[in-house]
C-alpha cells in the first residue's frame, strides 16, 4: 500500500503565504513526477504545479512567480511554497506521486486526501 498525507494548509490573509508539504509512506521503489492539483468550490479540479524526478517544474499561468513546487529525492516529501496568496486561492490541495512500487512494477498515480487552503480578502 502507498498512502500520500498532505499537510501544511490554513486559512491565511491574502497576501500571505503557505507552505504545504506531502509525504509518501509505504512499499515505494520509485518515484517518477509528482504534483499539485486544486478543486475550488463548485469547480473542476485543476492542475496547479508539477515536478519530474530530474526537477523539471510546470506551472499553471495563475500562479507563476507566486508558487514554487520542490522535492526531496532523499526523503520523498514534495512541497508547494504558496506566496502572495489571493482569495482566488482557496480550495483543497490535492498532492500526486507517480510511483513504482517494485523493481518490476508498474508506474501508478497516488493522490492524498487534501488539505483546506482558504485566504481572506
Known amino acids: 500500500q502507498v498512502r500520500l498525507v498532505e499537510s501544511g494548509g490554513g486559512l491565511v490573509q491574502a497576501g500571505g503565504s503557505l507552505r504545504l508539504s506531502c509525504a509518501a509512506s509505504?512499499?515505494?521503489?520509485?518515484?517518477?513526477?509528482m504534483g499539485w492539483y486544486r478543486q475550488a468550490p463548485g469547480k473542476q479540479r485543476e492542475l496547479v504545479a508539477t515536478?519530474?524526478?530530474?526537477?523539471?517544474?510546470n506551472y499553471t499561468e495563475s500562479v507563476k512567480g507566486r508558487f514554487t513546487i520542490s522535492r526531496d529525492n532523499a526523503k520523498k516529501p514534495v512541497y508547494l511554497q504558496m506566496n502572495r496568496l489571493k482569495p482566488g486561492g482557496t480550495a483543497l490541495y490535492y498532492c500526486?506521486?507517480?510511483?513504482?512500487?517494485?523493481?518490476?512494477?508498474?508506474?501508478?498515480?497516488?493522490w492524498g486526501q487534501g488539505t483546506q487552503v482558504a485566504v481572506s480578502s
Open positions: 500526486t506521486q507517480t510511483i513504482a512500487r517494485f523493481f518490476w512494477g508498474p508506474l501508478a498515480d497516488y
Open positions: 509505504g512499499s515505494i521503489f520509485r518515484i517518477n513526477a
Open positions: 515536478i519530474t524526478s530530474a526537477g523539471s517544474t
